[in-house]
Nanobody, 116 residues
Framework: QVQLVESGGGLVQPGGSLRLSCAAS???????MGWYRQAPGKQRELVAT???????NYADSVKGRFTISRDNAKSTVYLQMNSLKPEDTAVYYC???????????WGQGTQVTVSS
């Protein structure tokens, strides 16, 4: 069992930046990690993923603005969010999964609000 704890959310003005962190309770080097978000009244959607080999993938809506990274030694995944827009407002969730082992873990989420 892997427990994930997100932090770093908050209120920011349009054009501002935030850095989200996801701290895992155990080793994550073998897992694919990702960030997802869910806005009110909408389905949860992929924001960015990073494989256990370091390959990254981004939703078109955040390409060029968000950067996902991982520090396996610290069992932590980050999401650097720049040039934030009001439409980025959502609860952001950290995800940890292993397709081979059939494991899929979620954090409790952190609120990001982009508003003037």
């Amino acid at each position: 069992q892997v427990q994930l704890v997100e932090s770093g959310g908050g209120l920011v003005q349009p054009g501002g930046s935030l850095r989200l962190s996801c701290a895992a309770s155990g080793r994550i080097s073998m897992y694919h990690m990702g960030w997802y978000r869910q806005a009110p009244g909408k389905q949860r959607e992929l924001v960015a993923t990073i494989t256990n080999g370091g390959s990254t993938n981004y939703a078109d809506s955040v390409k060029g603005r968000f950067t996902i990274s991982r520090d396996n030694a610290k069992s932590t995944v980050y999401l650097q969010m720049n040039s934030l827009k009001p439409e980025d407002t959502a609860v952001y969730y950290c995800n940890c999964r292993s397709y081979g082992l059939g494991l899929n873990y979620w954090g409790q989420g952190t609120q990001v609000t982009v508003s003037s």
